[in-house]
């Protein structure tokens, strides 16, 4: 078996044994702070000593891996990602990228010291679903989560408690990310690596089997826009009187749907989405000529 193969099949195992320990319906389920979490890491924690990796926790409850006998303290290279996931989510968003960085680190085994030292680091926390907060395994790490953050109720009601329940719970240090204290010296990081599946269809479309991210986009958002028009009898007003929202929006939309195409071949990196857009459900009917419309308009860029 050359290598390739044989960190595939390694790869495989671990990936398929966390799904089977959290699946749930058509998903898996790794709560941010929360019971499947937990046996992701557990089963991280087995499958590293399987690999000859020395594993311990910071105050935050992230997992931290190294090869056992690199106990240098230079600044460290981290490859990580999280192991949480949203509610019935996907098993390789964030898992990729931990297993990634443990067969790295396994690769590097009796050559480790040729280059800067790795750790592997699995972060909690990272999806909003949950608290309706994003990156808090990552933040209270770095001493960035506000105190009010570990207030935040359960999705399911304030009855199944706050994240700084689920913190404590998990053997937090929650007084010290209350107070903001720094638990990672950031001097102690020379750089830090994510491999993480493409949230978009480009690379499957393009046959890429990996690519390198440039940039994230920035966005701006109006949650609410109003287009008022004039409501009337759809069989008695003629076309010329006629102050139609649903048409006025639709013709705007699609002007600026042309407007994003000429942006694009001037060069630009641009999307563009208007995910909402509904005719007030107190007034509309079939017979009703739409005297106003709700949408949503959202942008983003990599650009300034
Ligand atoms: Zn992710």
């Known amino acids: 078996m050359n290598d390739t193969t044989a960190w595939r099949a390694q790869a495989e195992a671990l990936l398929n044994d966390i799904a089977d320990a959290t699946r749930d319906g058509p998903g898996i389920t790794r709560e941010s702070y929360g019971p499947g979490e937990d046996a992701a890491l557990q089963l991280l924690e087995q499958h590293a000593a399987a690999l000859g990796l020395a594993c311990e926790y910071d105050r935050a409850r992230n ?23 949203v509610p019935q989510g996907g098993n390789y968003d ?19 010291t040729q280059a800067a ?12 679903a949950w608290y309706g907060r ?15 953050a570990l207030q935040l109720p359960h999705r399911t009601g304030a009855g199944a408690g706050t994240l700084g329940d689920a913190m404590a719970r998990c053997g937090a240090d929650v007084d010290a990310i ?15 690596l994510e491999l993480h599946i493409e949230q978009g269809p480009v690379m499957v479309a393009r046959g890429w ?3 390198a991210v440039t940039g994230i986009r920035g966005n701006v958002r109006h949650n609410r826009v109003r287009c008022i028009g004039e409501a009337g009898h759809s069989g008695a007003v003629p076309r010329w009187l006629r102050k139609d929202a649903v048409l006025a929006v639709a013709q705007l939309l699609s002007r600026m749907d042309e407007h994003w195409r000429v942006l694009l071949q001037m060069g630009m990196d641009l999307v563009m989405t208007s995910g909402i857009c509904t ?26």
Not at 134 to 147: C, D, E, T, V
């Open 209 to 211: 089997p990996v690519a």
């Open 178 to 192: 209350a107070r903001g204290e720094s638990l990672l010296p950031v001097a102690a990081v020379a750089a830090y």
């Open 279 to 304: 005719t007030p459900a107190q007034s509309h009917a079939v017979s009703v000529i739409p005297g106003e419309v709700q949408f949503s308009f959202e942008a983003r860029s990599q650009d300034a």
């Open 94 to 112: 964030g898992l990729a990228g931990v297993v990634a960085g443990m067969l790295v680190l396994s690769s590097l085994r009796g050559r480790h």
């Open 117 to 128: 030292p790795v750790r592997v680091l699995a972060l909690r926390g990272e999806e909003s």
């Open 63 to 85: 997992l931290w891996m190294r090869l056992a006998d690199d106990t240098r303290t230079d600044p460290v290279v981290v490859i990580g990602s999280h192991v949480d996931s």
């Open 134 to 148: 994003a990156y808090m395994g990552s933040m209270a790490l770095l001493g960035r989560l506000p105190a009010a």
